[in-house]
């Protein structure tokens, strides 16, 4: 089975730009999770998704957005890039319910440049 | 809110020998999930144990074990005969529920032939 796969892997931006990241959750898996690890830090949570709901959002300013689609997968977006959003984007997956919902599995990340 | 120390931030040993890392947390929940995850340079996040807080009995996955003390806040995590593929950055985290993970600031663990 294929893990949790996350797009693209590495992407360079400039100041005030858009960018949209992706990620698919292993198969079965109804929940999706972003997290923002800046370079020497422990992962910081954005948001988290569970049947295409939001249920629960980090403290990440307004420019940060996310949605979940119908097949489960999962978009992250942000508005604005400011040269601290430099990060690699951790996209988790589980499976949302029952003894198996706080068992993430991660995918290997997008690395975001600002320049 | 909950928070997630880890006061070691590199650590260094020799191949077979055994390495404690530790991690302290802030919680006034009483159940909970605590968690050691593994970040090689490959950079996805490995899971290598996990702890239920209302479990007494500590969790152990082959070389990997922990050392849960509830009442002191603690969750130190043992490795064994140490391999060099152990080297890695090494994150304590925390969960209520199944809500989002807190994690500590990372121990940068490398294993020497």
């Known amino acids: 089975d294929a893990g949790v796969t996350q797009s693209p892997t590495h992407l360079i931006k400039t100041r005030g730009q858009h960018v949209t990241l992706r990620c698919s959750p292993i198969?079965?898996?109804?929940?999706v999770s972003w997290y923002q690890q800046v370079l020497g830090q422990g992962p910081q949570f954005i948001f988290q998704?569970?049947?295409?709901?939001?249920?629960g959002r980090g403290n990440f300013p307004d420019r940060f957005s996310a949605r979940q689609f119908p097949n489960y997968s999962s978009e992250l977006n942000v508005n604005a890039l400011l040269l601290g959003d430099s990060a690699l984007y951790l996209c988790?997956?589980?499976?949302?319910?029952?003894?198996?919902?706080?068992?993430?599995?991660f995918g290997a990340g997008s690395r975001l440049t600002v320049l | 809110a909950q928070t997630v120390t880890q006061s070691q931030p590199e650590m260094s040993v020799q191949e077979a020998e055994t390495v404690t890392l530790s991690c302290t947390y802030d919680?006034?929940?009483?159940?909970?999930?605590l968690f050691w995850y593994k970040q090689p340079p490959s950079r996805q996040m490995i899971l290598v144990i996990r702890?239920?807080?209302?479990?007494?009995q500590n969790a152990t996955e082959n070389r990997f074990s922990v050392n849960f003390q509830k009442a002191a806040k603690s969750f130190s995590l043992k490795i064994s005969d140490s391999q060099l593929g152990d080297t890695a950055m090494y994150f304590c985290?925390?969960?209520?529920?199944?809500?989002?993970?807190?994690f500590g600031q990372g121990t940068r663990l490398t294993i020497n032939p």
């Open positions: 988790a997956s589980t499976l949302g319910e029952g003894a198996g919902a706080n068992v993430l599995t």
């Open positions: 198969s079965g898996h109804k929940s």
């Open positions: 998704y569970y049947e295409k709901e939001e249920r």
């Open positions: 919680t006034s929940e009483s159940n909970y999930y």
């Open positions: 702890q239920e807080a209302y479990k007494q």
């Open positions: 985290a925390f969960m209520k529920g199944a809500q989002k993970l807190v």
